[in-house]
């Protein structure tokens, strides 16, 4: 006989014993010394006594209300919040002049390095050499090719060319 055989003979007689404890308990014929526990349930006696209760709907004033709330009363929602105030709207940067009164005088790139010459169209002839990212009469250099300058303020741009077009 081998160890597997020997292991599932004794298992099976395990099975045996404790279905026929099982069997003997559900015919009844548990230990003579035991006894066993009375239960009866708190039935009414007849269904005549349900009609002398009242109907659910005497108690609606109690279930309409939380039981355990302090003040028993129904909930309220809170008042809508007043409205608020209007906000006076941001105040806008200045306007830009479409035509800034700017004229390019000429455009000088050697080397890498690149100028041009700025002058009011209607002031005095002076005007002054500025290089990319200086800044002349409140307008920033941003570019500057052989075709004329790129201006800009307060995010508006604007190009000036070296020989305008009218």
Do not use: C, H
């Amino acid at each position: 006989m081998t160890p597997r055989l020997g292991v599932m003979a004794f298992l099976g007689a395990i099975n045996l014993v404790l279905g026929a404890k099982l069997a003997m308990l559900a015919l009844g014929g548990g230990t003579a010394g035991v006894p066993r526990a009375a239960w009866e349930a708190a039935l009414p006696q007849s269904i005549a006594k349900l009609a002398e209760r009242p109907p659910l709907d005497a108690y609606a004033e109690i279930t309409a209300r939380p039981v355990f709330s302090r003040s028993r009363q129904p909930f309220l929602p809170p008042p809508p919040p007043p409205p608020r105030p209007v906000a006076a709207p941001a105040v806008l940067p200045p306007m830009v002049p479409a035509d800034p009164g700017l004229q390019v005088g000429g455009v000088v790139i050697q080397a890498g390095r690149s100028k041009a010459y700025l002058q009011s169209k209607g002031g005095p002839s002076g005007g002054s050499w500025v290089s990319e990212d200086e800044s002349y009469q409140g307008w920033q250099v941003k570019m500057i090719d052989p075709s004329g300058v790129r201006i800009e303020q307060a995010g508006r741009s604007i190009e000036l060319k070296l020989y305008p077009r009218d």
